[in-house]
């Protein structure tokens, strides 16, 4: 039996129909189009899925689409002004974070709740925050190094 649920994503409102076992990666995947939030591990372990749910980043390989029903969510796909980056996608880039981009969107929506949150978070807690994230290709070292970068440029913002 399928139902129906209705949410906001990137600020536009959607309904999908659902069987009931997807999960929030796979409607925004595969009914949406957003292809930003990879699967890596699909189960909560390396982040590359994470999105940003009622201002919470989320893994969203583990989230039953269903308890998506009315929430807002925003995807790497909604935090870019056009062609501009956000200053978080720009401050990865300048600080050599980024290499084949795989776990990249997932620590851009990470980094994007954490500090739309709390801009003043401690070297501890974006450390934490980052510890939630596997990447393959970097040291995390410069993911450090970026978002620390991207914490300055959003307070230079406010």
């Known amino acids: 039996m399928s139902e ?4 906001k994503v990137n600020g536009r409102e959607r309904t999908v129909e659902l069987e009931g076992w997807e999960r929030g990666l796979d409607v925004l995947r595969e009914n949406l189009g957003l292809t930003g939030s990879k699967r890596g591990c699909d189960d909560a372990t390396c982040g590359a899925c994470t999105v940003v749910v009622n201002g919470e980043a989320k893994k969203s390989c583990v989230m039953l689409a269903k308890k998506l029903d009315g929430a807002d969510i925003l995807t790497i796909e909604g935090i870019s002004k056009g062609k501009k980056l956000h200053p978080i996608q720009d ?3 300048e600080s050599g974070a980024v ?5 990249t969107p ?3 929506m990470e980094l994007y709740a954490l500090f739309n949150k709390n801009l003043a ?6 450390k934490d925050a980052l510890a939630k994230h596997l990447c393959r290709c970097t040291g995390y070292e410069a993911i450090f190094e970026g978002a620390l970068l991207a914490q300055a440029k959003l307070k230079k913002k406010t």
């Open 4 to 7: 129906k649920i209705t949410f």
């Open 99 to 103: 290499q084949c981009g795989y776990c």
């Open 106 to 108: 997932g620590i851009v």
């Open 121 to 126: 978070a401690s070297k501890k807690e974006v």
């Open 91 to 93: 401050a990865l880039i």
